[in-house]
Structure formats: structure tokens, C-alpha cells
């Protein structure tokens, strides 16, 4: 009985560790839906986040663009156009802050 109570509370902590790193921070490929310029949010996949002056936001050769350069959807621009590769962090927030979005130029197969 003590053996499965211990695998079971060893099981639980891991779970547990695995769960609080993901909430962390988020990395991945998404669409740029829309943008708030002037509210400094965009929205990714139907997730708003934050922009700060700390954000990198590169074009897909890496050269820094402003936010309002960034194409979405709702402007008219397609998948691929739209289709970025993002990092952030405080993802257990409301709304989490982005510290890089990079236009990748086509949506990853």
C-alpha cells in the first residue's frame, strides 16, 4: 500500500511540474487574426496578447518591423502573409505579453 501511495504522489508532483511550465510561457506557429496598434494587443488564434516596447517584431528575415507593418486577417491579408512564429510569457495571465513575433511568409504544413 505505501509503494502505490508513493507512485501515486510522485505521479501527482510530476503532473503537477508539467502543468505549471506550460501555463508559463508559450512558443509556437499561429495566425495573426487582427491588431490594436495604438492598445499595443494582438490577437493570435483567437488568444490576445500584449505588445510591449520590449517586443521583437520581425519581418521573416528577421528585420524589425514596426506592429502596424504586420498583416492580419481582418485587413485582408491571407494565411500565409499572416502566418507568424511566436514566443511569450506570463501565459497564467489574462492577457499574456509577447517577446517575439516573427512573420514567417507561409502557415507550417
Known sequence: MKRCTGIFASTLALAS??????ASAGQGNS??????????????????YNVSDG??????????????DVPTIAQGANEDAAAVYYESSDGDVATPVL??????GAVPQ
Open 17 to 22: 511540474l508539467v502543468l505549471a511550465s506550460s
Open 99 to 104: 517577446h517575439l513575433l516573427r512573420l514567417t
Open 31 to 48: 495566425i495573426v487574426d487582427s491588431k490594436g496598434v495604438d492598445e499595443g494587443i494582438v490577437v493570435l488564434g483567437g488568444s490576445t
Open 55 to 68: 517586443t521583437a517584431i520581425e519581418d521573416s528575415a528577421g528585420n524589425a518591423i514596426p506592429l502596424a
